[in-house]
């Protein structure tokens, strides 16, 4: 639902506001996607490797291997994106933040859903 969403957002409209709605869809998808292969682990660990690994990305497009990958593979581009955007990573640290309290207000938390019978 989370990359239906995103992707969606970007097809369906062009408004200044959907980038970094886009941007902060990606960093909750990043979350789910720890939180499903770490589910033992504590939540803030899981928002913390959430966010390094959106900035990891973010820092590889200042090398420009990322579009030189999307040019190759164009459906990369939508996992490592193009060029750096300082506003991308404030839209990441809010779609992490707002996935952490989320995960925190569910009481049973997505980390911990993966384990219960």
């Known amino acids: 639902m989370t990359i239906a969403l ?3 957002l970007r097809t369906l409209s062009t408004a200044a506001w959907t980038g970094p709605a886009g941007d902060a869809l990606y960093a909750v998808l990043i979350y789910l996607l ?3 292969l770490l589910p033992t682990r504590p939540r803030v660990l899981v928002a913390g490797l959430a966010l390094a690994g959106c900035l990891a990305v973010e ?3 200042l090398t420009g291997l990322s579009a030189d990958l999307g040019a190759w593979w164009p459906p990369l581009r939508l996992v490592l994106g193009t ?3 300082f506003a991308d990573l404030v839209a990441y640290a ?3 933040a707002v996935a952490y309290a989320a995960d925190r207000l569910l009481g049973v938390g997505f980390s ?3 384990r219960t019978p």
């Open 6 to 8: 995103g992707l969606g």
């Open 83 to 85: 060029t750096f955007g």
């Open 34 to 36: 720890i939180a499903l």
């Open 112 to 114: 911990r859903a993966a």
């Open 59 to 61: 820092l590889l497009q």
């Open 94 to 96: 809010g779609g992490v």
